[in-house]
């Protein structure tokens, strides 16, 4: 599919990618607040959401870098799993959890602000390369991507 560029505007392709994020972004942030007592089977399942938000985070970061993004759909998208990370910190901060969890939990709950920190300089700044090539290092090392 062929879009036409006009100075100023960008593809509605990338417009629908943007909403189409949003809204994938709105059915996982429900997950994470899903209310209740963390157990191992929620904590387990939160980690891995997690890890995959910010391996996301790190291929938008290495776009950046390699120029394969426009500023755009980088800023958005960023802020959308920003807000994913966000969700995360907030409910794993504040449920309670089963026995013994309270420390592996709140950690988790650190880890997930720490990558809507790096998500969010990213959102702030998406033509910036120096600043996409921290957060893509940061969101590798904290989602253990390959």
Partial sequence: MRTKHVRGK???VQVRLAAL???GAAALGLT??????VDRHALTNDS????????EGALLAHQVGSGGTTHVFTRVHADV???QASNFADALGSRDTSPGLEPRVRAKAR????????????????AQRDVAAD????????????
């Fill in 10 to 12: 960008q593809p509605r």
């Fill in 21 to 23: 994020l949003v809204a």
């Fill in 32 to 37: 994470a607040c899903n209310g209740g007592t």
């Fill in 48 to 55: 891995a959401s997690l890890d995959s938000i910010a391996c």
């Fill in 81 to 83: 799993l920003r807000v």
């Fill in 111 to 126: 880890e997930a602000a720490r990558i809507a920190t790096a998500l969010e300089l990213l959102h702030l700044h998406p």
């Fill in 135 to 146: 957060v893509e290092q940061r969101l590798t090392r904290i989602g253990g991507c390959a």
